[in-house]
């Protein structure tokens, strides 16, 4: 659906609750401006159902940001007619802190409709942040190609999974996940858990990539922390994260993913 002299109209959705979404939105740019083609309007919810209608590509990185029953509507009609949907970290995640003052509980209600569905994942639970293996589950696949083993320090997301997924690269983690209402029992099977896939639906293409946590020093306060003293970057400064999530920028405009080393 590319416009005149094959411009490529991209829809970006960035924001949400606990992370950085400055550092992140500007990274995705930087990423999107390397192709000159790529025209990119920022949102930051899902209140964008007219640019999607118009829209070639799709990025989302967010944080239980919950879209609306005709929102939902909207991307899944977007996928279905062919377009390319990169969805990174939080974009699967509806989280709900608890409020009765005791000890600190996420729930994760079931609020994505048939959006888990497109998607193939909705977010339960995750394990304490820190250092873990990310494994290449298809080493011959361009998106991963040239990749090996890396450690990054990033939340390793347990999901309910939805549909035939494309499993490209994944995590291994059994055991539990404390301060989520589903922790005790999310997480006890030994099942791999996908960091990156890709899932069709109709005559489009989800690529979800659940990496990519970043949080700044002031992004905690409606949780009553005014400061966290110190800034997480994640892994955005992990070569092999930063390799894999610029292919998967090339893969959603549409151009040949290049496979070499991390860089």
């Not at 959006?115 to 293996?133: K, M, N, R």
């Not at 099942?191 to 990496?211: D, S, W």
């Amino acid at each position: 659906m590319a416009g005149p002299a094959g411009r490529l109209d991209a829809v970006l959705v960035c924001g949400g609750r606990w992370h950085d979404f400055d550092h992140v939105r500007l990274r995705l740019l930087e990423l999107l401006g390397e192709h000159p083609r790529v025209r990119t309007t920022v949102y930051q919810d899902y209140d964008c159902a007219a640019a999607l209608d118009k829209a070639d590509l799709l990025v989302t990185y967010t944080c239980d940001v919950r879209p609306r029953p005709a929102q939902r509507a909207a991307l899944s009609r977007f996928v279905e007619r062919g377009g390319r949907w990169l969805a990174l970290h939080g974009t699967n995640s509806v989280i709900e802190p608890s409020t009765d003052g005791s000890s600190r509980v996420f729930t994760t209600p079931r609020l994505l409709g048939e959006l888990a569905e497109v998607l193939g994942s909705q977010f339960l639970a995750h394990p304490p942040i820190e250092p873990y293996e990310v494994l290449v589950t298809r080493p011959d696949h361009p998106l991963v190609a040239g990749i090996g083993p890396f450690t990054v320090t990033d939340e390793l997301y347990v999901c309910a999974l939805h549909g035939e997924l494309e499993v490209l690269l994944h995590a291994e983690y059994t055991g539990p996940c404390r301060g989520f209402a589903e922790g005790d029992a999310a997480a006890l099977d030994a099942a791999p858990r996908p960091v990156l896939y890709l899932k069709r639906h109709g005559l489009g293409e989800v690529c979800y990539f659940t990496l990519g946590h970043c949080r700044g020093r002031y992004d905690m306060q409606d949780l009553g922390v005014d400061d966290t003293g110190r800034v997480d970057v994640g892994p955005w400064r992990t070569p092999e994260f930063l390799t894999v999530l610029r292919r998967c920028v090339e893969r959603t405009v549409g151009g040949r993913s290049q496979a070499g080393g991390a860089g």
